[in-house]
């Protein structure tokens, strides 16, 4: 739910000057994948490396990127906006490094192979399915499941919905769905802070030619070249319309299920896109273990700003849940 640079066309999200010049960024975007150490790119000095996937599913054939040994135990990953899988790299090599198999897909519109038309195609319902698609074609019976931004609320969702396959939830930035459309109807400083939202949800192309044209965030804690890498596939045609759509089909009411699985909920004390009372309360959504790591100075885009930390907790969480 990254807000995006626009000038003066959108309000609040011209109060982040220094996520301009990202454009010039994208001339470097080709040496992305060689950087990230992906398909076999990278030095030998880098270990684990990350592995392409392609996940087929009813919906279409999702991308990937996969780490660790086929046998160890099963991670999910989804990222958020404007990010792809690749936004957990850090996270990807350490449970790598520790025995797991983790595994984040580039979810729904993010895929070439799954970017079907219509806004109603990209409500939260469809994206939870596509949860329980991919770990069936991956044939998971029970996995981890871990969120950030629109893949925490997706993340969310599928940890209720499915708790007999789903061993533990880590959402990252995003309350519980409940808690945030609470936090919508009645907190000033959330419906402040979403904002930028109601630009996002303009009919196409008003907010997609705004931000192709001042180019995407320079995303705090993002390397230059990842983030050119975030640029060039969301400028390919139908990608920007697509992540958008997200914003157009959801308004995160009707998911009042309260989550059952050993939680651990991670936000950040400077994160302009979310209030702290959606964070609190989320505590009232959760009927099983439930730990809130709220990191002092850390901005929206945790698992890439505070990456050495997020992974430490995601780790430390892990292990304590039995498998």
Known sequence: MVSVSLGRQAGRMSNSPSRRGFLKLSATATVAAASLGIAGTASAAEPPRLTPLRIPTASGTFDAVAAGPRRGRKVLLLHGFPEFGIE????????????YRAVAPDQRGYSPGVRPTGIENYRLDHAVRDVRAMADALGWHGFDLVGHDWGAAVAWIAAAKYARRVRSLTAVSVPHPAAFAEALRSDPAQQEASKYMEFFRQPTPIPEDSILASGPPKLPGVAPEKSAEYFRRLSRPGALTAALNWYRAND???????????????????????????????????????????????GHNVPEEAAETTTALLLTHLDSVCS
């Open 252 to 298: 995160f009411t009707g998911y009042e299920q309260r989550v059952a699985v050993p939680t651990l909920f991670i936000a950040s004390t400077n994160d302009s896109m979310v209030a702290p009372s959606g964070v609190a309360a989320t505590r009232n959504w959760v009927t099983g273990p439930y730990r809130l790591e709220n990191l002092a100075g850390v």
């Open 88 to 99: 957990w790299d850090h996270q990807l090599r350490a449970l790598a490094a520790a025995g």
